[in-house]
T-cell receptor
């Protein structure tokens, strides 16, 4: 595997289900990100993990819970979601440096539908 | 805070036409600027980038120049192909949101007709 991979690619879940999205990066990067892409809205940053420290967007509901067990893996745990959470969830990684310029590399995304 | 503004789409062109997608930004300091492309059913792919004023990023026939005086990073291509049909996102990397996360524009859909 190369680059950034995400599983599953598609997920349908009910509002009472619990599921997890998985992301793995094979680039040796030290930072990983979750973004949400909804129809007709700009991409929204949800969470950043860099050097094992989590930074989050304060507008993300608590029904989304990230987990980063190591620098290569990132999970997004989902529980009691709402239909408006249906979106494409994109994972990205980058090599964070003190110099400031970092290029983020994206996975293919998980298309989530909440019924 | 940081923001990126892109022209509204969709942009519809005939094959071999000239393409311009406008992008302007607002940011503190000296951000890096990026263009990403998203083909149907896929994630975002980095198309090109520029890290300082007057830099020109280029890839696959696409170009964009970092213009600090006009705070712009317009995407251009001299001759588009049907395979260029996709959504194009302008983005900047700054120091907002506590970490160097990307701020994206809303995306511009390009449709190229044969």
């Amino acid at each position: 595997e190369t680059g950034v991979t995400q599983t599953p690619r598609h997920l349908v879940m009910g509002m009472t289900n619990k599921k997890s999205l998985k992301c793995e990066q094979h680039l040796g990067h030290n930072a990983m990100y979750w973004y949400k892409q909804s129809a007709k809205k700009p991409l929204e940053l949800m969470f950043v993990y860099s050097l094992e420290e989590r930074v989050e967007n304060n507008s993300v509901p608590s029904r989304f819970s990230p987990e980063c067990p190591n620098s290569s893996h990132l999970f997004l745990h989902l529980h009691t979601l709402q239909p408006e959470d249906s979106a494409l969830y994109l994972c990205a990684s980058s090599q964070m440096t003190s110099g400031g310029e970092e290029t983020q590399y994206f996975g293919p995304g998980t298309r989530l539908l909440v019924l | 805070g940081d923001s990126v503004t892109q022209m509204e789409g969709p942009v519809t062109l005939s094959e071999e036409a000239f393409l311009t997608i406008n992008c302007t930004y607002t940011a503190t300091g000296y951000p890096s600027l990026f263009w990403y492309v998203q083909y149907p059913g896929e994630g975002l792919q980095l198309l090109l980038k520029a890290t300082k004023a007057d830099d020109k990023g280029s890839n696959k026939g696409f170009e964009a120049t970092y213009r600090k005086e006009t705070t712009s990073f317009h995407l251009e291509k001299g001759s588009v192909q049907v395979s260029d049909s996709a959504v194009y996102f302008c983005a900047l990397s700054g120091a907002s949101k506590g970490r160097r996360a990307l701020t994206f524009g809303s995306g511009t859909r390009l449709q190229v007709q044969p």
